[in-house]
């Protein structure tokens, strides 16, 4: 553990500790994939927002339920995306959330927490492969409509 006096007296301290591995034997190749392993979302009364963590083969490190929100809305940070990414040593993630509604079609927001969530893993080396949207009308791929870019 290393700890860090600061100016002020405080002492911040970080730990990293691992306790085994969770084998999850999932490698994600479509984002068909990505909607059948979290095909319980399309159920939910309120939008949950996860993310599924990935080592540089594609296979499933982590899943996260980082946000339960209300019937529409979900408050998402790219802090708590990321978090989990790199503590896990993740190369790259799938964003997923749901949409109660049905609706599979992104929002404003969707589409602008996308291009956030894109720019934060171009800066910290965490490719955000795909953003998911599930409904129980199906599912939406960013990446399978080409809206990805930033």
């Known amino acids: 553990m290393s700890i860090e006096k600061l100016p002020s007296g405080l002492r911040v301290g970080v730990q990293l500790v691992r306790q085994g591995k969770v084998k999850y034997s999932v490698s994600i190749i ?25 080592d540089t083969r594609n296979n ?34 799938i964003l997923v959330h749901n949409h109660p509604s049905g609706a599979l079609e992104p929002s404003d927001e969707d ?21 998911v949207i599930i409904s129980g009308e199906g599912y939406f791929s960013f990446k399978e409509k080409n809206r990805m870019s930033v």
């Open 30 to 54: 479509n984002p068909g994939e990505v909607a059948k392993m979290l095909a319980h979302l399309g159920k939910q009364d309120r939008e949950h927002f996860v993310c599924v963590h990935l």
């Open 60 to 93: 499933v490190l982590g899943v996260e339920t980082v946000s339960i929100g209300s019937l529409n809305y979900s408050i998402v940070h790219p802090r708590e995306c990321f978090k989990a990414a790199v503590l896990l040593n993740a190369a790259s993630m």
């Open 111 to 131: 589409l602008s927490l996308t291009k956030r969530m894109v720019q934060a893993g171009k800066l910290l080396g965490i490719e955000v492969l795909d953003h």
